[in-house]
Antibody
């Protein structure tokens, strides 16, 4: 069973960027990886994902132009970078792995979450 | 504001059966598989059911799922104190071209 381990909590200033990492161990990194966030008191929100095997990314319209998702198969690590941070981006950010190479593959493993706080 | 609709809370006593609903639309639940997750505070969400009603290895058969049209439900029989957690549903949405989630249901074992 693959385990996804994310980087630690971040505190950022408004207008800055944050980059969260997600390292996979114990399984293939050829599967699709999605990034999801949950703001305080809110539901889960899919931000986008990457299919390392296909070399393709897809982003939710809400985050287009602000988010960049990348992955390095050699280090089995993925990253999500979000720019132009506002207080509305304060949330816990999760990575999750699909069972297949396509983003539509159901998500079978999740990271532990990375809290990101945006505050001046 | 979640695309999939779940009741915010549910409760039951040990040994009881509890059912949690998840309602969506033709672009998500109506045309794609539905998955359920268990989420304990501070932990990674855990896959509970996939493809509407399939249990991953290690998930007790006390957990079951069903789907009809644009609605689905998660049932937990023989409720145990360890089942106290948040449960959320998830499905791919063909219109949004991404994953959508329920708002989560907090299950309390009385």
């Amino acid at each position: 069973q693959v385990q996804l381990v994310q980087s630690g909590a971040e505190v950022k200033k408004p207008g800055s960027s944050v980059k969260v990492s997600c390292k996979a161990s114990g399984g293939s990194f050829k599967n699709a990886i999605s990034w999801i966030r949950q703001a305080p008191g809110q539901g889960l929100e899919w931000m986008g994902g990457i299919s390392p095997l296909l070399g393709s990314t897809s982003y939710a319209q809400k985050f287009q132009g602000r988010v960049t998702i990348t992955a390095d198969e050699s280090t089995t690590t993925g990253w999500m970078e979000l720019s132009g941070l506002t207080s509305g981006d304060t949330a816990v950010y999760y990575c999750a792995r699909g069972v297949g190479q396509y983003l539509i593959s159901y998500l079978d493993s999740w990271g532990q979450g990375t809290p990101v706080t945006v505050s001046s | 504001q979640s695309v999939l609709t779940q009741p915010p809370s549910a409760s039951g006593t040990p040994g009881q059966k509890v059912t949690i609903s998840c309602s969506g639309s033709s672009s998500n639940i109506g045309s794609n598989i539905l998955n359920w997750y268990q989420h304990l505070p501070g932990a990674a969400p855990k896959l509970l059911l996939y493809s509407d009603n399939q249990r991953p290895s290690g998930v007790p058969d006390r957990f079951s799922g069903s789907k009809s049209g644009t609605s689905a439900s998660l049932s937990i029989t023989g409720l145990q104190s360890e089942d106290e957690a948040d449960y959320f549903c998830a499905a791919w949405d063909d219109s949004l071209n991404g994953w959508v989630f329920g708002g989560g249901t907090k299950l309390t074992v009385l």
